[in-house]
């Protein structure tokens, strides 16, 4: 069955991938050759039905009595994630949370390769974020003109937000993460996947409220 034949894979198990792509880089960083549903669903904390199941979303894995080649299902993840190309990548917004993907080296070790920064702000033109300069923000359009761009990490203040996001949009980048406390609707040709990271400290505080009233332990 090739891609465009496969039958639309659910959000759920989309979510999912990323975290088979970790812990399988893990093992084979370990020494692991070998693994099976049931070794996976216990570092998870999913079934392992439910592992097999997301796992024939895609085509046929392993072999039966013996699991997965570790190595191969990391790379077959990895080419379903995307992963096996580089992604020429700006970042707007080169305040702390810009400054922090800019800095954070697996993003660099998968291909996401920062090309610019921009910012508004006239202070920080100039300054040097992994060795890449920062940019004033009215450069934004004319630089996307002159390069390609894959995808936008969008980390501006939140009155700030629909405004650049326009700007992305109309110079013709299709991909924006966006870590700003607004959430942006895009039309079906853009791909925006936004970032609330207060989500999830209030999902963690939800989780401690409920251990203090014995209510659950732990949790996905």
């Known amino acids: 069955m090739t891609d465009r034949q496969r039958p639309p894979v659910s959000e759920a198990v989309v979510r999912r991938l990323p975290a088979y792509y970790r812990h399988l880089r893990e093992m084979e960083a370990m020494g692991e050759h070998r693994t099976s549903s049931r070794e996976l669903s216990e570092r998870m904390g999913l ?17 039966q009595g013996y699991g997965y080649h570790v190595n191969e299902l990391k790379e077959r993840i990895g080419e379903i994630l995307g992963l096996t190309r580089a992604y020429h990548t700006i970042i707007v917004g080169a305040g702390n949370i810009g400054r922090a993907v800019a800095n954070y080296p697996p993003f660099r070790h998968e291909g996401f390769e920062i090309r610019a920064l921009f910012d508004e702000s006239p202070a920080l033109a100039g300054v040097h974020v992994q060795g ?6 009215d450069k934004l359009e004319d630089w996307i003109a002159a390069h390609q761009v894959d995808i936008a990490v969008l980390a501006v203040p939140a009155e700030s937000a629909r405004a650049m996001f326009a700007r992305l949009m109309q110079s013709g980048v299709r991909a924006v993460w966006n870590f700003t406390p607004v959430d942006l609707d895009a039309p079906p040709e853009v ?30």
């Open 47 to 63: 079934t392992a039905s439910q592992i097999r199941q997301d796992l024939n979303c895609f085509g046929g894995f392993g072999q």
């Open 132 to 137: 890449v300069p920062v940019q004033p923000a």
């Open 191 to 220: 791909v925006v996947q936004n970032v609330h990271l207060s989500d999830s400290l209030y999902t963690l505080t939800y989780r401690m409220r409920e251990n203090e009233r014995g209510g659950i332990v732990g949790g996905q």
